[in-house]
């Protein structure tokens, strides 16, 4: 029986006649062969058995989702690791259930399956869109030869709170470049066929506001603005589904009081206003959440409110296997909703290829090193283009002559460069620092010590990871080293496990004994560079970067990283990486970004009324989009002209210096006034990345049209407002000579 019902659903669905038809059409073939308990099947998402990458959910042990699988209530699984694993688990779905409809593989792939690049906030430092591409391809392709089709990224989240562990997943603080980051990364994870089996489904996550979290700490309260949600936070959600998105996920926060996943409003714009036909995945056990937060009395009202809200598929909350078709008999729910969310579901299988050949994707089995795979050169390339040069006083780059001491907790570290939003790697698989530099610089002349203990224990993925701020005990090693040097380099800054989800932090500072460490080391060597790695904007105190003679933020660089940092250290690359997210002075001038609004009183004034610290000024330690290279490159004033329906902006841009330079030049405009609200003092709509040769003049121009600079009001719709326009063509968002015109 079981064969005759695979055959009349999944055959005739997939025969060379109906591949003639339209998905639409094979979808409906498949769909009304379905039971209402199938159907919620194909709506349910359980984590892969074995490996966990959230808290465990309450109840439904492992025999009763494996029973839920054989039943056909299964139609998706996250987690599942190996062709092995994945052919054997397809195998039950395909040949024990009554419908043989195959499963879809999703994973976190974030930066990378095996061979990493740096982390995303990381990769966005280079504004190197073509190269952030390549990345989500390689990442694909990776992944799909470990049998997985659907990867939960792009994280498209803006945020503007560095105490956001999860500020490294996405793009950084501005609209703009997280939305051309978006639709690189959807571009690269989807390729330009969904069917290609190099590619795997993208993720537009988390819908909406997740960035948004109240003080920076994870999971909580989202409280916005209109102008905010469609102006700073839609935007890159949008470029991912005009990209082609194929999925979005739901956020675990509120948003202005009501869950995001119960969120009807949230549903609409999605799905009625931007027309998204794709699947809406909760986030994991989201639906459940929804009683803690205290929305839904219990898991059959969270159920309701999900479904009602057009949430497709329920990750491991074991709430529609439980209850949606109950509510669906009593009348509670629609069947069109169920029937709405099983079409998306199943057009995806489709569209996958899937439904034609259900293990296509274990058919290339293979595994790589990830220093030596075929992913490695861009891995490294991007953490090159990454590192973001925020202090140099001539030191760097350095030469091989010089006796050097390559000093810190970071030194010879081959687990934390990788980040820990890195579910499907192994542990200690990046090139340390000390390795790069033995490969680029060789080893004479160079004494390496850690330090004291960084960690007091292990690191994990679900668990804190612990610091030493007491154990000094080493510090004499690395004092000693710096002391008989002709440099220090001190690679320091917060492990990998310190940012991502659910590692919030209220001190941005180097954690543990570290700045004691600089200190100590500027008491006796007075060349000192640091080599910063980090997830998040870090507050380093004035008195050390002060003193330093070079700061290199390395970020947590991936798999490559070592290679990639000593390369930069030793001049065989200049940096050129830009922030895509402002380094504050201190945390009591979160949130900090380059975007905001221009206030009543904006000052300075010699009486206190105006909108200030009066403790600390209000400008940031580093703009966004602030690094230097190892060139001067200089700026001639902006010029702005309109040319009919578009403005044209140009600067003269000179590289002054003696290498080779890629200078990332930042178009930046301001809108005076505007009906729908007041409008930031800055915002940038374009970017180039420029080669420059020695000597080397370039005219950048920009053509700037009415949409770049329209607003869009709380009805979703765009508008242009002729008026007074700045334009700003410069190297970051606190620099730069304006050019004002009046558009016509
Ligand atoms: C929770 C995270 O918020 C989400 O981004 C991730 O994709 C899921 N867990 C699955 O691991």
Known sequence: MKKVYL????????????????????????????????????????????????PAPVGGDAATKYQHLRNGWVGSVLNVQGVEEVRAMQRVAVEETRLGIPLIFGCDVIHGYKTLSPVPLAEAASWDLAAIEKSARNAAEEATAYGLNWTFAPMVDISRDPRWGRIMEGAGEDPFLGSRIAEARVHGFQGSALNDPLSMAACAKHFAGYGFSEAGRDYNTVDVSDYTLYNVIYPPFQAAKKAGVATFMNSFNTLNGIPATGNQALASVLKEDWGFEGVLVSDWGSIGEMQAHGYAENLTQATQQAATARCDMDMESLAYVQYLAALVREGEISESIVDDAVRRVLKLKFDLGLMDDPYRYCKRPGSWEPTTSPWSADAQDLAEKSAVLLKNNGILPLTKKQAIALVGPMVQEKNSPLGNWRVSSDDNTALSLYE??????????????????????????????????????????????????????????????????ARSRMSLHLPGVQEHMIREVLKVQEHVVLVLYAGRPMILPEDITEQV??????????????????????????????????????????????????????????????????????????????????????????????????????????????????????????????????QPVRRLIGFQRVTLKPGEERMVSFSVTADLLSVTTSEGERLFEPGTFSFWVAPHSAAGTSASLDWK
Not at 579 to 589: K, N, Y
Not at 621 to 644: E, H, I, R
Request: aromatic share 10%.
């Open 436 to 501: 790069g530099m033995v490969q680029v610089r060789g080893e004479k002349r160079m004494a390496v010590a850690s330090g004291p203990v960084f960690l007091k224990g292990p690191i994990s993925f679900p668990f804190e990871a612990e610091i030493n701020t007491t154990d000094t005990a080493g510090l004499h090693s690395v004092v000693d080293a710096a002391r008989n040097a002709e440099i220090a380099i001190l690679a320091l800054g917060e492990h990998g496990f310190h940012s991502g989800e």
């Open 7 to 54: 055959l009349s659903a999944i055959l005739v669905a997939a025969s060379a006649l109906a591949q003639k038809q339209s998905t639409a059409w094979r979808v409906d073939s498949v769909l009304e062969l379905m039971t209402l308990e199938e159907k919620v099947g194909q709506m349910n998402q359980y984590n892969g058995f074995w490996n966990a990458t959230g």
């Open 549 to 678: 003679d070079a700061i290199l933020l390395a970020w947590q660089p991936g798999t490559m990283g070592g290679p990639a940092i000593a390369n930069l250290l030793m001049g065989k690359r200049s940096p050129s990486g830009r922030l895509p997210v402002t380094f504050p002075r201190t945390e009591g001038q979160i949130p900090l970004y380059y975007g905001a609004f221009n206030t009543g009183r904006p000052g300075p004034s010699d009486a206190v009324f105006w909108s200030h610290y009066g403790d600390g000024p209000n400008t940031p330690a580093y703009p966004f989009g602030y690094g230097l290279t190892y060139s001067t490159v200089t700026y001639a004033a902006t010029q702005a002209k309109q040319m009919g329906d578009s403005i044209a902006v140009t600067a003269l841009v000179k590289n002054e210096g003696k290498v080779a330079v890629d200078e990332v030049v930042q178009l930046y405009a301001r809108d005076h006034h505007s009906s729908v609200g007041v």
